[in-house]
């Protein structure tokens, strides 16, 4: 359960939770990279299924390496910028991520 919706009732319980949070994050941190592409694209998928079942659109926010690593997937799974559009506000950012975000094919926002 998210922790934004979780209620505690104590604060060992709340401890705890966040203590088993940590220890499933240490254990995907260990996994070999080819599982964690596999996690990633599975989890991808189910996003953007779910969204279009739901009759909403997806975007992908783009800014830094983290996000231009996912742009980078989600093409490579196939996604169309129709599908999947990229945005961003560009201007905040390095001359040489800008470059970036436009051979992605980013939708600049002011």
């Known amino acids: 359960m998210d922790e934004g919706r979780k209620s505690f009732n104590t ?3 709340y401890k705890e939770f966040k203590m088993e949070k940590h220890r499933t994050m240490v254990q995907r941190q260990m996994l ?8 990633s694209k599975i989890r ?6 779910e969204a279009i079942a739901r ?6 926010s783009v800014g830094g390496l983290d996000s231009i690593t996912l742009a980078y997937l989600i093409r490579s799974m196939g996604y169309t910028p129709e599908q999947i559009p ?3 506000a560009s201007t905040l950012e390095d001359v040489s ?3 970036v975000h ?9």
Request: hydrophobic share 35%; proline share 3%; charged share 35%.
């Open 44 to 49: 991808i998928r189910d996003f953007y299924e």
């Open 102 to 110: 436009k051979e992605l094919g980013c939708i600049n926002v002011k």
């Open 86 to 88: 990229f945005v961003s």
């Open 32 to 39: 070999p990279y080819d599982v964690k592409v596999r996690m």
């Open 55 to 60: 009759g909403k659109n997806c975007h992908v």
């Open 97 to 99: 991520i800008q470059k």
């Open 11 to 13: 604060i060992e319980e």
